[in-house]
Nanobody, 120 residues
Framework: QVQLEESGGGLVQAGGSLRLSCAAS????????MGWYRQSPGKQRELVAA???????NYADSVKGRFTISRDNTKNTVYLQMNSLKPEDTAVYLC??????????????WGQGTQVTVSS
């Protein structure tokens, strides 16, 4: 079974940095896009950053210039480096991977989430 192990969350002060990681196991199909989402109470889950197999990236406007997403395909791992953190970045961050079951079929899997809390 596919498993996503997330780590790196924690409590930091505004202006600090944090690095999230998500390691996938039980993968038998190629991994397409990998990404990070976040959600907080009373708010819809939003895409924070995504990265393709060819390292093309996409970021939410609110994190551009502060966050960097990367991936290590040899380890089936995706990272999110978060710098200059703001209180509004506080949320549960969830890893997502999209598996390429076939050239035309995709399947998504989610991690359980890791809490990021930024104090003012």
């Amino acid at each position: 079974q596919v498993q996503l192990e997330e780590s790196g969350g924690g409590l930091v002060q505004a202006g600090g940095s944090l690095r999230l990681s998500c390691a996938a196991s039980g993968i038998i199909f190629p991994i397409n896009t990998m990404g990070w989402y976040r959600q907080s109470p009373g708010k819809q889950r939003e895409l924070v950053a995504a990265i393709t197999p060819r390292d093309n990236t996409n970021y939410a406007d609110s994190v551009k210039g502060r966050f960097t997403i990367s991936r290590d395909n040899t380890k089936n791992t995706v990272y999110l480096q978060m710098n200059s953190l703001k209180p509004e970045d506080t949320a549960v961050y969830l890893c997502n991977i999209e598996l390429r079951v076939s050239l035309s079929t995709r399947r998504n899997y989610w991690g359980q989430g890791t809490q990021v809390t930024v104090s003012s």
